[in-house]
C-alpha cells in the first residue's frame, strides 16, 4: 500500500500506529541496556573499573565493544553524564555501532556525541578553538586529491635534487605523503628532521650515506614547504588536526578547561593502533586525573610496519605504572575449530613479538576449517562463488557471508564469478576509480566537449544510454570515418551513411548535436559548469538504467566524488577550461587515495566483498579468505628504501624481528577471526601475472593438518552460467536522515531518491557556498563569545575576509559579495540580535529519534531566553519570512522538537535571523505545538522508511518546482513539466 503523499491524487492512506507524543518522549525514561547474556566475571570487573588507568587486553570475539558500551552506560547510571566522558575509537562504522548500542540504553546525546573517532574529535577542537591559533574560520581537512596538488606544487617551486625528475615528477608522491605523514603521527616537526639530517651531512664521508642523507634534508624541506601551504591555503590533513588539537588542549588555558576539564572519564578502543601523536593527545586529556580505560590486543595492530602494538602497551605501561590490568580470555564469536586455527596462525610469531595469549572457545567445536587448493585462479574463484550459490539456495542470508582479499585488485575475477553464478554481492571500498565505466564515459563526454573532433571519445559518447546507437550502427561509423578520412563528428553531420539506419542516424546527429553545444559552452564556461551540463545532456550517464541500487547508488557516488575533484582543481587553478581539467585529472590518476572508489552504505544483502583491512571490526558467520598464497600474505617491502622516516627521529625503538612479516601475520589472523561459523581459505598454483608455480602462505603451515582440512577444488572448464539473481532483498537498517531531507521527500520524494539515496552530483550554486561561508564566519564568532571575547564588526570583518581567502567555491565571478558579505556581518554584529544574546553554545549538533529514522541536524546557536527557556537561532541569508509560514516549516518543527528534548522543557523557542535584512522571526513553540509538530515529523520519516523499503519514489510534479529541479533532464515528469512551461 503506497505511503501518503507518494503518488499525485492517491486518495489512499497508510495504517500506521499513532507515534507517541512529543511530551510522551521527553519525559519517556530510558530503556535498559539488553544483552543476550550478562557479563562474565573478567568483562564485569572492567565494566565496574571506576577510578585510576586501566589496561583491558582483549582477543578477537571477547566481547571488547560490549565492555566499552557497558562502562559508558554504568558511569552514566553513576552520576557522570555523558558529556563527562569521551570514547574514542577509529572508524565512524565502529564509533557509530557504539552511539546506536548507547543510545538504546540512554537516549538520545545532546550536543557533540561522546562516543566518536579521534579525527572527529581533534577536528571539533581545531574548528571550535583554532582561532587562538591564528586559523580561518573556513579550515577543512583537505581531501586526498587537494593533498597531492600541494606536494605536486611544493616539489615544482623547490625541484630537489633527489626527488624531483621533470620526466616523471609523481613517481615519489605517495611516498612523500606517507614519510611527512609519518612525522606528524610521530611527533617529528620539519627543523627536527632537517637538523638531524644537517648535522649527520657535517660528519658523514661516505659518498651513498650522504646521498641518502641529502634526500632525507630535501625531504624535510618539503615537510615544512607543505605545512606553510597548508597554512596559506585554510587547510589542515588528519595528522594536522591531531597535533593542533592536543597542542591547544596542552597550551590555552581556556581550552584546557573547556575540554579536558569537563571529561572526567576517557575510553579508547583499538589502543594497540594508536600512534604516538594520537597517544600524546589522550595523555593530555587525562593528564590531571588519569581515568583512561584502554582496550587492546597487541596481535590486532596492522596498521603500521613499526611494531607499534607492543610498543603502545609498553608506553601506557611506563606512563601508568599503577595501572589495573584486565584480561577477557573468552571467544564469544567463533567455534572452537576457527579459535584453535586463529591461534596456529598467531602463535607462528616470534615470543619477543607478542604478549602470549590463549582464548577459550565458548561455542563448542563447530565445522573444521578448510584450506582449498586449487590449479588456477579461476578454479578458485569459480569454486567459491559455486559454494555462495549453494548456501544461499539452502537458505544462508546473502550478508551473512564475507569473501576478503589481501588486495583490491583480487576483487575483480571474484565479482565475475559471483556474476556468472548468480550471486548478488557488495564490495565495500576498493580501488580503480579511474577505471569505473561512468569516470571513463564521463571523461569521453569531457574530451569530445574539448574538442569535437576526437573521434575515439565521440564513439564512446554515442553508447551511453541518452543517444544509444547500435553496436552495428557504430561499426558503420567507424568503416565510413576510415573509407571518408574524416572525423566522426563532421562524418555524422554530412551526408547519408551507408549500411546506418535512420533510428542510428538520428541518435548519432542527437549526440553530435549536443556536443557541439556543449564545446560552445566550454569556451566560455569553466569545467564544472561543462560537467553538469554533460549531466544533463547524457541524462547522468544512464545511471538509472542500471538494474540494481547498489549499482545506482555506486554510480552516483563515483561521480559525486568526480564533481569533488572538478572543484578542488576549480578552487586550484585561475585556467578552469576543460583541457587544463582533464590533464589535472591525468595526474591524479596516478595517486593511490584519489584513485579509491567512493564509498557507499549497502542498500541491498549480498556476499560482501572487502579487503582484510577493512574487516576489522567486522564478522560473518561464513568467512572465504581468497589467494592465500605466499606472495600475497607474507610481507611487503616498504615504498621505498631511502624514503622511510629515520628510526632515530622515531620515539620508540625499532621491533624485533621482521616487522613487515610479522604485521602481515596478524593481518591475516585478524581476516581469519572474523568467522563465526566456518572459515574457509583457498589458494591456487597459478594465477594471471604469476612468474612460476605459486606457494602457500607460510602461515597456514601450522593449520594445515593440525587444525584445518585440506579441500582439492575440482578444475572447471567454462564458466559457470546460472540464473542470475540481479540484486539482494533490500538490507535491513534503521534510517538516519538529515533535517532537510525531510523537506526535500516532503517537496518530492523522486527528488529526494536521485538526492539522497543515488547522491548524484548537482550545481553547487552560489547561495549554498555563500551561506556555508557565513555560518563559518558566524560559528567562530559565537565561540569566542561563549569565551568570553569581545566580538565587534571590525573582528567579524576580519574573520569574513580570511574566511573569504581560504575558502573553496565560486568566489572568483562573485567578487562583489565579499565586500556584501562584510556589509551584512557588520550590520547583524551591531544589532541587539547578536549584541544583547546569551550565547550558550554554537553549532551544536542534535539528534531526534522517531520511531522509524533517526533525524540528525545541527543548531547554529542557542541562547538563553527570559526565565532561561532556550532559544534556537537559525541563520538565514535569503529573503525573511512570517511566523505563519515558518510554524509550517518542516525544519522549525524539527529544530523545536529537539530542542525541547534536549532542555526536557514544554516550551521553546526557534528564531530565524536574516542576515541580508537584519530581521528576526520568532516562533514560540508551547506543548500543543510540539505534540502536532513531532506527530507530523513522524509521520513524514514513516513514509520515507515505508518509500526505502519498498524503493518507491514517486514524483510530485508542479511546474514551478520541476523547471527549477536539478534533477529535471532526468526524470520524465520533469522534462514535460519543462516542456509545459517552455
Request: overall charge negative; hydrophobic content about 40%; charged content about 25%.
Amino acid at each position: 500500500m503506497p505511503p501518503i503523499g507518494l503518488r499525485a491524487g492517491a486518495a489512499t492512506r497508510i495504517c500506521r500506529p499513532a507515534p507517541p507524543s512529543c511530551t510522551q518522549m521527553i519525559s519517556a525514561s530510558p530503556t535498559p541496556l539488553e544483552t543476550d547474556v550478562t557479563a562474565d566475571a573478567e568483562q564485569q570487573r572492567a565494566i565496574d573499573h571506576l577510578e585510576g588507568p586501566c589496561l583491558v587486553l582483549a582477543g578477537p570475539g571477547s566481547g571488547k565493544t560490549r565492555v566499552i558500551v557497558e562502562r559508558f552506560i554504568a558511569l552514566t547510571r553513576r552520576g557522570f553524564p555523558p558529556e563527562q566522558q569521551l570514547v574514542l575509537t577509529y572508524t565512524n562504522k565502529a564509533a557509530a555501532e557504539m552511539r546506536e548500542r548507547a543510545e538504546a540504553a540512554h537516549g538520545p546525546f545532546a550536543g557533540e556525541p561522546p562516543l566518536t573517532t579521534y579525527h572527529a574529535f581533534a577536528y571539533r577542537v581545531v574548528r571550535d578553538w583554532g582561532w587562538l591559533a591564528g586559523t580561518s574560520p573556513a579550515v577543512r581537512i583537505a581531501d586526498a586529491a587537494e593533498r597531492w596538488l600541494h606536494v605536486a606544487a611544493v616539489l615544482e617551486e623547490l625541484r630537489p635534487h633527489t626527488l624531483w625528475n621533470p620526466l616523471r615528477p609523481h613517481d615519489l608522491m605517495d611516498p612523500l605523503l606517507a614519510v611527512i605523514g609519518y612525522a606528524k603521527q610521530e611527533l617529528v616537526p620539519p627543523e627536527a628532521y632537517a637538523s638531524w639530517a644537517v648535522q649527520h651531512l657535517e660528519t658523514c664521508a661516505d659518498p651513498a650515506e650522504r646521498m641518502l642523507l641529502e634526500r632525507h634534508r630535501e625531504v624535510a624541506d618539503v615537510y615544512r614547504r607543505l605545512d606553510e601551504r597548508y597554512r596559506r591555503h585554510g587547510v589542515f590533513d588528519h595528522d594536522d588536526c591531531i597535533l593542533y588539537a592536543e597542542r591547544l588542549i596542552r597550551e590555552q588555558p581556556a581550552v584546557r578547561s573547556a575540554v579536558a576539564g569537563r571529561i572526567r572519564y576517557v575510553m579508547v578502543d583499538e589502543y594497540q593502533d594508536t600512534n604516538f601523536s594520537q597517544a600524546r593527545l589522550v595523555e593530555t586529556l587525562v593528564a590531571d586525573h588519569g581515568n583512561v580505560l584502554v582496550v587492546a590486543d597487541d596481535d590486532q595492530s596492522i596498521y603500521k610496519f613499526r611494531g607499534a602494538s607492543r610498543a603502545n602497551l609498553e608506553r601506557f605501561s611506563r606512563t601508568y605504572p599503577n595501572h589495573v590490568a584486565i584480561r577477557l580470555t573468552h571467544n564469544y564469536r567463533s567455534t572452537e575449530q576457527i579459535v584453535d586455527a586463529a591461534h596456529a596462525i598467531i602463535g607462528g610469531a616470534g615470543p619477543a613479538t607478542r604478549i602470549d595469549k590463549q582464548l577459550v572457545a565458548d561455542r563448542g567445536a563447530g565445522a573444521v576449517v578448510e584450506v582449498w587448493e586449487a590449479d588456477d585462479g579461476r578454479d578458485e574463484v569459480r569454486a567459491v562463488a559455486t559454494r555462495c550459490r549453494e548456501l544461499l539456495d539452502e537458505g544462508t542470508p546473502p550478508n551473512d557471508i564475507a569473501w576478503l582479499f589481501r588486495q583490491h585488485v583480487d576483487m575483480q575475477p571474484a565479482m565475475h564469478a559471483l556474476r556468472d553464478a548468480g550471486v548478488p554481492y557488495q564490495v565495500s571500498g576498493g580501488r580503480g576509480f579511474f577505471q569505473e565505466r561512468e569516470i571513463k564515459d564521463a571523461f569521453a563526454l569531457l574530451a569530445a566537449a574539448e574538442d569535437p573532433g576526437d573521434s575515439l571519445a565521440l564513439l564512446r559518447c554515442l553508447t551511453l544510454p541518452a543517444w544509444g546507437v547500435t553496436n552495428t550502427g557504430r561499426l558503420a561509423l567507424v568503416r565510413a570515418t576510415r573509407d571518408h578520412d574524416v572525423d566522426l563528428a563532421t562524418l555524422i553531420a554530412g551526408a547519408r551513411i551507408d549500411d546506418l539506419d535512420d533510428i542510428d542516424t538520428a541518435a548519432a546527429r542527437r549526440c553530435v548535436d549536443d556536443v557541439v553545444d556543449l564545446h560552445a559552452l566550454a569556451q566560455r564556461d569553466d569545467v564544472r559548469d561543462v560537467f553538469f551540463a554533460a549531466m544533463e545532456r547524457s541524462r547522468y550517464l544512464g545511471v538509472l538504467d542500471e538494474q540494481s541500487g547498489a549499482a545506482r547508488m555506486q554510480v552516483g557516488a563515483n561521480l559525486n566524488k568526480l564533481a569533488d575533484l572538478l572543484e578542488t582543481f576549480a578552487d586550484w587553478s585561475d585556467d578552469r577550461h576543460v583541457s587544463k581539467a582533464l590533464a589535472y585529472l591525468q595526474v591524479l590518476r596516478d595517486s593511490r587515495e584519489a584513485g579509491e572508489l567512493a564509498s557507499i552504505e549497502p542498500i541491498e544483502d549480498g556476499i560482501v566483498l572487502l579487503t582484510a583491512h577493512g574487516a576489522k571490526g567486522l564478522e560473518w558467520p561464513t568467512v572465504f579468505i581468497a589467494r592465500c598464497t605466499a606472495h600475497r600474505w607474507r610481507g611487503r617491502p616498504p615504498l621505498s628504501f631511502d624514503l622511510q622516516l629515520p628510526d632515530e627521529l622515531v620515539p620508540e625503538a625499532p621491533p624485533e624481528g621482521d616487522a613487515a612479516i610479522d604485521e602481515e601475520r596478524r593481518l591475516f589472523y585478524v581476516a581469519a577471526t572474523r568467522a563465526r561459523d566456518r572459515l574457509v581459505c583457498t589458494w591456487a598454483h597459478r594465477y594471471p601475472g604469476s612468474i612460476g608455480e605459486e606457494e602457500r602462505t607460510p602461515f597456514l603451515e601450522t593449520v594445515v593438518g593440525a587444525a584445518a582440512r585440506g579441500v582439492d577444488v575440482p578444475a572447471t572448464g567454462a564458466p559457470m552460467m546460472r540464473p542470475a539473481r540481479a540484486s539482494g532483498a533490500p538490507a535491513p537498517q534503521r534510517l538516519s536522515i538529515a533535517v532537510s531531507d525531510l523537506r526535500t521527500f516532503k517537496e518530492c520524494p523522486r527528488r529526494y531518491e536521485y538526492q539522497r539515496r543515488w547522491q548524484l552530483p548537482v550545481r553547487a550554486g552560489v547561495r549554498s557556498w555563500y551561506g556555508s561561508l557565513m555560518h563559518q564566519v558566524l560559528h567562530q564568532a559565537g565561540t569566542q563569545r561563549v569565551a568570553g571575547v569581545t566580538v565587534d564588526g571590525d573582528v567579524v570583518a576580519a574573520q569574513w575576509h580570511s574566511a573569504w581567502d581560504a575558502s573553496r567555491g565560486p568566489k572568483g565571478r562573485h567578487r562583489d559579495l565579499r565586500a556584501h558579505g562584510e556589509e551584512q556581518l557588520r550590520r547583524y554584529i551591531a544589532s541587539p540580535a547578536w549584541s544583547e544574546a546569551v550565547i550558550e553554545s554554537v553549532e551544536e549538533p542534535v539528534g531526534l529519534d522517531l520511531d522509524a529514522a533517526h533525524v540528525r541536524g545541527r543548531f547554529d546557536r542557542v541562547d538563553r531566553g527570559a526565565g532561561g527557556a532556550p532559544t534556537v537561532v537559525d541563520y538565514k541569508t535569503g529573503n525573511p519570512h512570517d511566523e505563519p509560514s515558518l510554524r509550517r516549516d518542516l525544519q522549525l518543527r524539527a529544530y523545536a522538537v529537539a530542542a525541547a528534548q534536549r532542555a526536557r522543557a514544554d516550551d521553546v523557542a526557534v528564531e530565524f535571523h536574516y542576515l541580508h535584512t537584519g530581521d528576526v522571526t520568532r516562533v514560540v513553540a508551547d506543548r500543543k505545538f510540539l505534540n502536532t509538530a513531532y506527530r507530523h515529523l513522524a509521520l513524514t520519516a514513516q513514509d520515507i522508511a515505508i518509500a526505502t523499503r519498498e524503493g518507491v519514489f514517486p514524483p510530485k510534479p508542479s511546474r514551478w518546482q520541476c523547471t527549477h529541479c536539478d534533477y529535471r533532464t532526468i526524470c520524465d515528469e520533469g522534462i514535460a513539466a519543462a516542456r509545459e512551461s517552455a
